[in-house]
């Protein structure tokens, strides 16, 4: 089951905890993995680590100009982009009423808008294979709001809708296009947190733990899959029963 | 007809499903031969690499009928 041999897929953020889990799972699936992401060093550590199948494509995804050129780069290297990851990720918290519009728009530019300009490039491709897979990374936040988050909640939402809007336009052409939104999962941006902090998150996770980046690329993968072929426009929720839908 | 017309023609049978009588100079993509708006999206990706041309969404508003791509893809390549 969730065989990907013969797919390529690009993941971005894949220098980040999450990201990297998820490159792993869809390279163990079979599949030919694009790492991107901001900081190089991890992102050829990873390739090394992985071996065959495994391609380093930096990028910035705060540049426009270099997130219009990535997926014409990935093809370039893999032969093609069947499965995108929109992964990358960034938090610019503040009190709303404290928020600057530079904090705003960071969030909206990199965690939305690279987003959907990404899904819009890789489209090309997948609606000539007549096949493709497009799973965007959102977040239980999006979904339930959070204090001091408003930038990043709302960019969040915004992928959800886009991801359903989308979703409805290219089902015909074996195109899915889901959302994973993860809860509490551990990784360098939850390490910081103090115990005092992470004990009280957990008051609010009926699972009573912190969640694994594994758990998330699962989801991932399972979206990805040929398997999920009837799945579209849904957002799997993996948050330890933090947020119910 | 030219060689352009007739791989357009081409492009819009071999995507369409239409018998080839039906893709006339006035034919319109939606109305006469069938597309729905995502296949005219697909036509201008499949006439921008039979030609080597960028065509720009703005402009890919305004090819409607087969006579619309065939003119548009003329100027410009």
Known sequence: MFDLTGKCALVTGASG?????IAKTLHAAGAVVGLSGTRVEPLEALAAELGDRAFVLPCNLSDAD???GLVKQAVEAMGSVDIL?????????????????????????????ATFKLCKSALRGMMKARWGRIINISSVVGATGNPGQGNYAASKAGVIGMSKS???????RGITVNAVAPGFITTAMTDKLTDEQKSGILTQVPAGRMGDASEIAAAVLYLASPEAAY??????????????? | MSDVADR?????????????????????????????????????MAFEEEFGIEI????????????DAVKFIKEAS
Do not use: C
Not at chain 1, 91 to 109: A, C, G, K, P, Y
Not at chain 2, 56 to 67: H, K, L, R, S, V
């Open chain 2, 56 to 67: 720009p969404d703005d402009a890919a508003e305004t090819i409607q009928t087969f006579g």
């Open chain 1, 85 to 113: 990851v929109n992964n990358a990720g960034i938090t610019r918290d503040n009190l709303f009423m404290r928020m600057s519009d530079e904090e705003w728009q960071s969030v909206i530019d990199v965690n939305l808008t």
């Open chain 1, 66 to 68: 270099a997130v219009s």
């Open chain 2, 8 to 44: 357009v023609k081409k492009i819009v049978v071999e995507h369409l499903g239409v018998e080839e009588e039906k893709v006339t100079e006035n034919a319109s993509f939606i109305d006469d031969l069938g597309a729905d708006s995502l296949d005219t999206v697909e036509l201008v």
């Open chain 1, 166 to 172: 989308l979703a409805y336009e290219v089902a015909s």
């Open chain 1, 17 to 21: 905890g999450i990201g990297g889990e």
């Open chain 1, 231 to 245: 799945v579209t426009g849904s957002t799997l929720h993996v948050n330890g029963g933090m947020a119910m839908f």
